[in-house]
């Protein structure tokens, strides 16, 4: 007997000149389009620890919803969504690297991934959060705002209890927060507010102004300018008591200090042969912690610029001599960098991508529209995969990630639509087994009962297993049928789909029961 698996779910095929298929993982949206519906504006999701992607999403643009995906449309589903079908459950959403914080009805609460439902958070009180932070070790630190203050708390690896440090602000502009394995910093940016920097230090729980701190270590402080944490490592920059610009790198374990010229926005950490590069958004620098001595890179990064790393070889955004933005390589075997011919971006592209996956560079680049890019090192020249959106006047961020083996996109059609995709028909591999046949469905509508049409012989549906998912991705039936006719009697009404595989082929079709 030879079996074959019909796998049902509402789907969007986009076949490309050159080949590649994209298959929609879900329909997020239910009835009319709307520009909060699906996906958003702005795609916000995240990868997790049991290698799914979490993001979220609307089916009418006002009832959040979170969302994963294992990268097939069977492994594609709503976890947890607002109580209300109005909205307004949820006042924030925080993509963290251990789970999907957020506030629901002034509690906060965790969905840890792999789980079903959220976990309420304790320690923390339903106050806005103002900046999370991350140390290399796991540790969280987090501010919040009250009564005209930020308040600092400390939460273990998992995020489900906090601990409140106390305050150490007045509310302001542009406050920063940086974690450590000796210390945490936080500080104000708003040139219109006075600014009070605080270290505070994990092991003994103790707050102290940086001016303190740098004083313990024999440097004076007029104005504090900029600082971030890494690991041990404190950089900073300030003005000294002779109003001179000092930029400098201290080891917190130690009291080590050494010169470090490059003081700006971290975008992007990588550890590479025993050295910290850190992409900022001014300059690419290698940091030998060992020696606490650094070398730039590169001097010209594009301010909003994403980048990844493959190997000895990081990407990331550069400005070049005739002000266009354009992919960059940096090698960091040789500390040399070129940037790939022909791979703009666009000019002030604030939300591009960028990623490697199965042995592909892949990015995006705007113009008319948001365009998926990979670039053939063989030319050296970028080639169009697919138009993802039209540029209009609104803010659109595109997914663009490797799950589980699968390349997944957002696609924005018609101005408004925002829905997810695969590379691929969506199966279990389906990056490698894409769909090429079709299957009729008579009647396309149907009340009891929908019978299938093929140019196979005559047995091609003897003996087959039927396994029906509703447009969630959601197991509603397993059924053996002999004939090529399908019992839908018992079917709730909805949207279907089929993926057939059998010997290497693939096969699809579609109905829908009233």
Known sequence: MRKLTFTLFLFVLINLANGQTWTQ???????????????????????????????????NGSRKAIWKTDGTVAGTNKVVEEANAFGYNWDQIFMTEVGVLINEDDVWKILHPGNPSFTNVSGLPAESIHRISRSTDDAYFVTTQRDGQYILHAANSTLTSFTEIGAFHPVANFME?????????????????????????????EMQSIGDYLSSLSLTLNTFTYGYIYDKFMFVSFKDDSNFFQH?????????????????????????????????????????????????????????????INGDKMYCIGETDDNQQNVLEVDLANGTTAFLEGATIGSFFYNCKMLWHENEFYYLSRGDYTKLMKYDFNTNEPVEVYSLSETTGATIGHALEAVNGELVVSIREGFIQHELYVSGDGGVSSTSNPITKNLDVYPTVANESISLSTTEELDFFYGVEVTIFDHLGQVVNVLNINSNNIDIANMPAGIYVGIIKSKGEGYKFRFVKE
């Open 25 to 59: 993982l879900a329909e997020i949206t239910v009835g009319s389009p709307t520009s909060p519906g699906g996906l958003g504006q702005v795609f916000l999701g995240k990868v997790m620890s049991d290698g799914n992607l979490y993001f979220r999403g609307s089916e």
């Open 248 to 308: 400098k790198v201290i080891d917190m374990s130690t009291g080590e200090v050494e010169d470090f010229q490059f003081i700006r926005d971290p975008l992007a950490y990588y550890e590479y042969d025993g050295k910290l590069i850190v992409v900022t958004e001014r300059e690419v620098v290698s940091f030998d912690p060992a020696t606490m001595m650094h070398e730039e890179l590169f001097d010209d990064i594009y301010p909003f610029t994403v980048s990844t």
């Open 177 to 205: 927060l940086f974690a450590g394995t000796e210390a945490a910093i936080i500080f104000s940016t708003d040139a219109f507010v006075s600014d009070a920097p605080m270290v505070y230090w994990r092991n003994s729980g």
